[in-house]
C-alpha cells in the first residue's frame, strides 16, 4: 500500500481551527475515512517533512521515511489517546523511523558516533524569497541554499533543535515534547546551534568578500584586448 502526499503549506489541522475535533478527525480515520486522512497529512506535512529532513539531510529518504511513518500512523491511529497532541505523536513516529534509518546505515558503514562541534556569534534568520525582482528572488534562493546546506553540517543533536526551534518556530516547550527532551537542553542546544551556524556563515561571507567585484577572467581577457586594440589603432576611443 502506497500513501502519497505534498509537502505542501497548509495550515495547521483541521481539527484545531476547523469544525472538526483533533478526536474527531482520530475516529474518522480509524474508521478508514481517507478524505481525513489526507487532511491530517497535508495539516502535518511541512513540519513532519522539515523535522525528517533535519535527521536525514536527504529529500528523497526523507519523502520514504515520511511515507513509512504516516503508513505506521495509520495502522495505529486507533492507539492515539490525546495523551500528548497529534503533532507531537506523529513527529515521535516520524523520528523513530528517522533514527532507525541512521542507526541501520551507521551499521552498514561502520560511521563513528557524532561529535558535538562548537561555534560563535550569534543569531541567523531564514531566508524570505517572496517579493522581489527575478534577480532579488534568485540571490535569496542562493542564500537559502547557503544556509540549507550550513543547517545539514550541524550535529544532529543540535540540528533538529534548531529546524523545530528557528525554521518551524515551535515553543520550547513543544520542542521538547517532540524531542523528549528537559526545556533546558533544548534551550542550551538552540543556542549553541545559532552559534555554530552563525559562524560558519560568517566564514562564508568573508570568503565571498575577497571575491567581490571579481575582474579576471573572460572578463579580464576582453579589457586587455579591447585596449591593445585600441593602441594598434593608434589609441583613438572613437569618442
Known sequence: MTVSFDVDDHPALVGE???????????????GDHAAFAS??????????RLARAVLRNDEETEEALQVAYLAAYRAIGQFRGESSLS????????????????????????????DGDGRAD???MIDDIGGTPEQAASRAELRSLLERRIDELPDAFRVVFVLRSV???SVE?????????????????????RMLRGALVRDLDVAERDAFDFCGARCDRLVASVLALVRDGGSTGD
Open 168 to 170: 518551524e518556530e515551535m
Open 123 to 125: 543569531e541567523v534568520d
Open 88 to 115: 507531537t505523536w506523529l513527529s515521535r513516529l516520524v523520528l523513530n523511523e528517522c533514527f532507525g534509518r541512521v542507526r541501520r546505515a551507521k551499521r552498514r558503514s561502520d560511521a563513528m558516533p557524532i561529535v
Open 174 to 194: 513543544e520542542t521538547a515534547q517532540c524531542l523528549d527532551l528537559p526545556e533546558a537542553t533544548v534551550r542550551s542546544r538552540h543556542h549553541r546551534a545559532r
Open 17 to 31: 481551527q476547523g469544525e472538526h475535533s483533533e478526536q474527531d478527525i482520530v475516529r474518522r480515520i480509524a474508521a
Open 40 to 49: 491530517m497529512m497535508r495539516a502535518h506535512n511541512r513540519r513532519l517533512f
